[in-house]
């Protein structure tokens, strides 16, 4: 539902694909928020040979995903439709599973690089409304989103290479 403004939203995309398009943020928002909380979890749970490179790997990463919850979110926004902002809301949209205990380092290190791909193939699955519309602000979005995705995946990937 869309939410009562002052002043109608005229940007060139009507109000249904806006709609469509805020749904598929929202799904996006939610898979983002929970790889920040599962990956500030490992943060600070992560033992082992490799603590200190995973630890500050880690950080680096929740950081950026603090940083990306509220673009995503205020794309939202601009789009004319609420945010989800609960764990309720969260866990009923994401695709990514919630961690139960404290995995070992390797284990930890292959749940991040599932859920890095699964933030890629979430933002993946909203570019066909996008592209319709010609929404090239969201795409930009997506686009960003899915190259520091795909990247962080490489990168922690690499680390389970013997």
């Known amino acids: 539902m869309a939410i009562q403004t002052a ?3 005229d940007i060139g995309i009507d109000e249904k694909s806006r709609g469509e398009i805020a749904e598929g943020l929202s799904r996006l928002l ?10 500030h979890n490992f943060h600070w749970n992560v033992t082992g040979p490799m603590f200190q490179t995973l630890h500050l790997m880690f950080e680096t990463q929740y950081t950026e995903l603090a940083a990306a919850v509220d673009l995503i979110a205020e794309r939202i926004r601009a789009l004319g439709f609420p945010a989800p ?13 919630e961690t139960s205990g404290v995995p070992k380092a390797e284990d930890m290190i ?4 599932e859920g890095q791909e699964a933030v890629v193939r979430t933002a993946r699955s909203i570019f066909p409304v996008v592209d319709q519309v010609n929404d090239e602000p969201t795409a930009d979005l997506l686009t960003q989103r899915m ?10 990937r690499s680390l389970l290479e013997s």
């Open 147 to 156: 190259q520091v995705h795909e990247k962080t995946a490489w990168m922690l």
């Open 30 to 39: 939610a898979d983002t928020y929970s790889l920040y909380l599962k990956t």
């Open 85 to 97: 902002g609960t764990y309720s809301e969260f866990a009923r949209l994401s695709s990514i599973p």
């Open 7 to 9: 002043l109608p939203i």
């Open 110 to 113: 292959r749940e991040l690089v």
